[in-house]
C-alpha cells in the first residue's frame, strides 16, 4: 500500500497545524496500546494514525476532543454543587471585609492627617500670641526707660 501524506488528510481540517496536533495525539495513543481498526501492515503509529483520518475511520470531532481532553487540566461540569458556592461566597465575604478594612484605613489616616494639621495650627496660634506677649513686655519695657 502507498504511503500516506499530510496532503491526503489536510481536506479534514481547516489548517495544516490542527491536523498535525491531531495526528501526533493520535500516533502517540497508538503508541501507549490503544487498538485501531485498520490492518497495521509494518507501518508507524504516524502512518496509521494519518491513514485513520484519511479514511475517517475515527471522526474528526472524537480526534479533536481527545486532543483536548489529554491537555485539559479543569473539567467543567453542569451544575455547581454547594461546597464550591459556599466557598465563592466565603471568598466573595473576604474580599468585602478586605475592602471594608482598607476603608477604615483610610478613614483613619485622613482624621490623623486632620489632627496634624489642627495641631500645627494650634502650635502657629501658641507661637504668634507669645511673640506678641514678648513684643509687648519689649514696648512697656522700652516706655519705663523714656
Request: glycine share 0%; net charge negative.
Amino acid at each position: 500500500m502507498a504511503r500516506i501524506t499530510v496532503e491526503d488528510c489536510i481536506d479534514k481540517f481547516p489548517s495544516r497545524f490542527e491536523l498535525v496536533l491531531v495526528a501526533s495525539n493520535r500516533a502517540r495513543k497508538l503508541h501507549s496500546g490503544e487498538e485501531t481498526e485498520l490492518e497495521k501492515n509494518n507501518d508507524k503509529n504516524t502512518v496509521i494514525a494519518l491513514r485513520e483520518i484519511s479514511e475517517e475511520k475515527i471522526s474528526i470531532d472524537d480526534l479533536k476532543n481527545s486532543l483536548i481532553e489529554e491537555y485539559q487540566t479543569v473539567s467543567f461540569s453542569d451544575e455547581i454543587d454547594e461546597s464550591t458556592e459556599n466557598s465563592y461566597e466565603n471568598e466573595i465575604n473576604e474580599d468585602s471585609n478586605e475592602i471594608d478594612s482598607n476603608k477604615e484605613i483610610e478613614s483613619i489616616a485622613d482624621e490623623e492627617k486632620d489632627t496634624n494639621k489642627v495641631l500645627e495650627e494650634t502650635e502657629d496660634e501658641t507661637k504668634i500670641e507669645s511673640e506678641m506677649k514678648n513684643t509687648d513686655s519689649e514696648n512697656t519695657n522700652d516706655n519705663l526707660n523714656y
